[in-house]
């Protein structure tokens, strides 16, 4: 059985601000599959913010992210992350870590069959 646990949302963080979004996994090896992160703002679709690719550590960012945030993997602790810097407001969104995906590109919810139950990150104006 696999199971994603996000960590590192909660609270409020001012815009221009940093913070670091883990996704432990279990049941799921990360480095064989594309791992992705996704949000969701109230009343918006969830869209996909960045993924890493299996193998290698070739990734993608959506335009809006591009430049202020870093995927990651640890393959030895099994875990990948999101380094989100220079946040601004509209980064404000429900946060989920995705697995198992087999092709990378597009990057859509449909190409995942694995998710986390989000963590909530919060940017204050």
């Known amino acids: 059985q696999v199971q994603l646990v996000e960590s590192g949302g909660g609270g409020s963080v001012q815009a221009g601000g940093s913070l670091r979004l883990s996704c432990g996994a279990s049941?799921?090896?990360?480095?064989?599959?594309?791992m992705a992160w996704f949000r969701q703002a109230p009343g918006k679709e969830r869209e996909g913010v960045a993924v890493?690719?299996?193998?290698?550590?070739?990734?993608y960012y959506a335009d809006s992210v591009k430049g202020r945030f870093t995927i990651s993997r640890d393959n030895a602790k099994n875990t990948v992350s999101l380094q989100m810097n220079s946040l601004k407001p509209e980064d404000t969104a429900m946060y989920y870590c995705a697995a198992g995906g087999s092709s990378c590109r597009p990057l859509v919810p449909s190409g995942f069959p694995y998710w986390g139950q989000g963590t909530q990150v919060t940017v204050s104006s």
């Open positions: 049941g799921y090896i990360v480095s064989l599959g594309c």
């Open positions: 890493i690719y299996p193998g290698g550590f070739g990734t």
